[in-house]
């Protein structure tokens, strides 16, 4: 069994682009549904994602926070094709760019489609304590706020979201995370 220990912040200006090492296209959807999931009918989430050319399979469990069980598998990609026709809700479609900063790899994550405008960055950690020095152009950390989980997103785009949804980072004011 493997343990994701994740954090994820939202990311302002443009400084992380020129740090850039690689960036690749990823396009996923959920076999699940995420209002099944939120509201503890269903216990895990179950992705599909195509990663430029390779495939795969991923189920985490139900939490918020910085620590879940993940489980990921290799498919065909001509299977991951069929089952993203599958998907319950819509598909989120992203550039993935991977920078390297003080010694650890951040995952700044670029939405396009009805998710654009969003950028966030994750960092995996070896330990929830394990301490790390944020970029300067990492911002308000959004790591239990449910509406930025890209399970969410593909049910409720970035797109739909009001104003005061966009500024609002406190999951207390979260209207996914609400019953």
Same mark, same amino acid.
């Given at each position: 069994?493997?343990?994701?220990?994740? !954090?994820?912040?939202?990311?302002?200006?443009?400084?992380? @682009?020129?740090?850039?090492?690689?960036?690749?296209?990823? &396009?996923?959807?959920?076999?699940?549904?995420?209002?099944?999931? *939120?509201?503890?009918?269903?216990?895990?989430?179950? @992705?599909? !994602?195509?990663?430029?050319?390779?495939? +795969?399979?991923?189920?985490?469990?139900?939490?918020?926070?910085?620590? +879940?069980?993940?489980?990921?598998?290799?498919?065909?990609?001509?299977?991951?094709?069929?089952?993203? =026709?599958?998907?319950?809700?819509?598909?989120? !479609?992203?550039? @993935?760019?991977?920078?390297?900063?003080?010694?650890?790899?951040?995952?700044?994550?670029?939405?396009?489609? =009805?998710?654009?405008?969003?950028?966030?960055?994750?960092?995996?950690?070896?330990? *929830?304590? *394990?301490?790390?020095?944020?970029?300067?152009?990492?911002?308000?950390?959004?790591?239990?706020?449910? +509406?930025?989980?890209?399970?969410?997103?593909?049910?409720?785009?970035?797109?739909?979201?009001?104003?005061?949804?966009?500024? &609002?980072?406190? =999951?207390?004011?979260?209207?996914?995370?609400?019953?």
């Amino acid at each position: 069994m493997g343990i994701e220990i994740e !954090r994820k912040f939202l990311v302002s200006g443009e400084a992380w @682009r020129s740090a850039a090492e690689r960036s690749e296209d990823m &396009a996923q959807g959920y076999l699940n549904d995420q209002e099944a999931v *939120a509201s503890g009918r269903e216990r895990a989430s179950v @992705r599909v !994602r195509l990663e430029g050319a390779q495939a +795969r399979l991923n189920i985490k469990s139900r939490a918020v926070g910085h620590t +879940r069980q993940e489980f990921e598998y290799p498919l065909p990609v001509a299977d991951a094709e069929a089952l993203l =026709a599958l998907c319950a809700g819509g598909l989120v !479609r992203k550039r @993935r760019h991977f920078v390297r900063h003080a010694g650890w790899l951040w995952e700044v994550d670029e939405f396009l489609d =009805a998710n654009a405008g969003l950028v966030v960055a994750e960092i995996e950690l070896p330990s *929830a304590d *394990a301490a790390f020095e944020r970029p300067d152009w990492v911002d308000v950390e959004v790591t239990d706020c449910l +509406r930025y989980y890209n399970q969410v997103l593909s049910a409720r785009p970035y797109a739909q979201w009001s104003e005061d949804e966009r500024r &609002a980072t406190d =999951a207390r004011r979260d209207p996914a995370a609400q019953g």
